[in-house]
């Protein structure tokens, strides 16, 4: 009988690809889906970053480029982060990947092992537990409330750092939550830090352009004290509706960037050449797109968390980053999980449990608003049919 190491019974993954799957197979059997499940944004990548991919094969850049990703495009990332934050970024400590999980995975085997402790949100992303879990490191969750607007509190997660702790990871704008730390409560993060010096952060900011109701992005690179303990993670997938291109990048502190190095040459080699060369341009190119996107997910933003509310037994915070509300459903007498499964079977809609994104996250539905406002009012629709109807199971 075959046997893997131990670690894979530990190992989880991220249901949204199991929703989208199922939502798939029904829509296929002729079923009329509305899929507010998956997190990818609904528009196409701007046509010039097409371009650019298909002039780079045109012009022959087919083999393989440096592991560390290549220099126009790692010059062109610390050129972007120094205009957007003032931050001034060697090219030689970024490094592109294929998207924004290898960062987590990196980040997470270097200090990952029994009897170290690793932070991590919840409710988050599922693959930093997963991840977590996978090494044998002890997942300790830095609970996201909604009486606090789903942003971290400080004074919390310096509580739970502990001797045995080694790696933060922190998510602003947030999944699955649409949370925004604000800057005064970053803060006092950082300044707490000062006492727990061989803590490193590994900070994930992939939605840093999506913040609305005037918040502004605080880059975790903007602090000095802790510059040679951060890791950044961020990329081109929700900015630019670039996710199936799988382009991201990690900005590293100088003793962890050879680590990292020799991490993607054992794992991927690198990153597809084309594609590359459409990051660059995303960076260099006009960003209205860009503004054009942010600008419609704030209008559906509005519509969505005005139709929550209006629905039976929930309520909706109104998120203030990324493109995700994270509906309050414990009025309802549904546990989450069971809920989002009627949802998609009876009435056509595909959401994500809250509990797929942690223990925390019993009581909640995650709802992605990449999609048109037609199909959000129609999803709505539907669910306050279902709930008016159906009591829960």
């Known amino acids: 009988m075959l046997k893997t190491v131990a670690a894979f019974d530990r190992i ?117 537990r997963s991840m977590i879990e996978f090494t044998g490191a002890r997942p300790v969750p830095v609970p996201i409330r909604e009486e606090n607007n789903f942003a971290f509190s400080a004074e919390e997660t310096l509580e739970l750092i502990t001797p045995q702790a080694r790696l933060l990871i922190l998510n602003s704008p947030a999944n699955p939550t649409g949370g925004v730390t604000p800057k005064p409560e970053i803060d006092k993060l950082v300044a707490g830090l000062e006492r727990h010096p061989d803590v490193v952060v590994m900070s994930d ?63 991927h080699s690198c990153v597809n050449a084309a594609a590359q060369y459409a990051g660059l341009a995303a960076l260099t190119g006009p960003q209205d797109d860009v503004a054009k996107m942010v ?17 039976p037994g929930m309520s909706c915070a109104r998120p203030k980053g990324a493109f995700y509300a994270f509906p309050n459903i414990r009025r309802t007498g549904w546990k989450a999980k069971p809920l989002a499964h009627a949802l998609l079977e009876e009435a056509g809609v595909a959401l994500i449990g809250g509990p797929d994104f942690g223990v925390l996250g019993e009581g909640y539905l995650r709802l992605s608003y990449a999609n048109s406002t037609e199909n959000i009012l129609r999803a709505l629709e539907r669910m306050g049919e279902f709930l008016a109807g159906r009591k829960a199971a």
């Open 295 to 311: 600008a419609e997910f704030d209008k559906r933003r509005k519509i969505v968390v005005e139709g929550l509310n209006r629905l």
């Open 205 to 267: 900011e992939i939605y840093d352009h999506m913040v609305y109701d005037g918040e502004t992005h605080v880059c975790l690179l903007q602090y000095s004290s802790i510059r040679d303990r951060l890791i950044l993670l961020n990329g081109w997938s929700k900015t630019y509706a670039m996710t199936g291109w799988r382009l991201g990048y990690a900005v590293w502190p100088g003793k962890l960037y050879d680590h990292a190095r020799k991490l993607a040459v054992n794992l």
């Open 12 to 128: 989880g993954e991220e249901n949204a690809f199991a929703v989208l799957a199922r939502a798939t197979r029904l829509a296929a059997a002729g079923r009329d889906i509305i899929n507010l499940g998956i997190g990818q944004p609904d528009f196409r990548t701007p046509d010039f970053i097409v371009e650019a991919a298909v002039k780079a094969l045109h012009d022959g850049h087919h083999g393989y480029t440096p592991a560390v990703g290549i220099l126009p495009l790692r010059e062109a990332v610390a050129a972007d982060l120094h205009r957007r934050f003032a931050v001034t970024i060697a090219p030689d400590t970024v490094m592109i990947l294929p998207g924004g999980k290898p960062t987590m995975f990196m980040s997470i085997l270097m200090f990952g092992e029994p009897g170290a402790d690793i932070l991590y949100p919840d409710p988050g992303f599922p693959i930093y």
